[in-house]
């Protein structure tokens, strides 16, 4: 099963912006939809975005025109670079890989948190 690794996380003031990054392992990466979720209290899992390649991206309406997916797959890596954030995009935010070519194959990082707050 593939291994996913996330950095970027903290905490940053309203309006401003981070870049997530998720690493993983192995020499796959390409046959992997990649994904971004979060979680905030109280509240259920979402899906932010996810990526099959730059031809095939989805956002959550609520962070479109704000956040932009991307990956490299030279470097087994994944990107969330998020702008303009607001104290509603708080949330513990994980990395997600879906093998969509060959055996199944779903894994999920171990979560980064993003806290928006003056």
């Known amino acids: 099963q593939v291994q996913l690794v996330e950095s970027g996380g903290g905490l940053v003031q309203p309006g401003g912006s981070l870049r997530l990054s998720c690493a993983a392992s192995?020499?796959?990466?390409?046959?992997?939809?990649m994904g971004w979720y979060r979680q905030a209290p109280e509240k259920e899992r979402e899906l932010v975005a996810s990526i099959i390649n730059d031809r095939s991206t989805n956002y959550a309406d609520s962070v479109k025109g704000r956040f932009t997916i991307s990956r490299d797959n030279a470097k087994n890596t994944v990107y969330l670079q998020m702008n303009s954030l607001k104290p509603e995009d708080t949330a513990v935010y994980y990395c997600?890989?879906?093998?969509?070519?060959?055996?199944?194959?779903?894994?999920w990082g171990q979560g980064t948190q993003v806290t928006v707050s003056s």
């Open positions: 192995g020499n796959l990466f390409a046959l992997y939809r």
């Open positions: 997600n890989a879906i093998r969509i070519i060959g055996a199944r194959d779903n894994a």
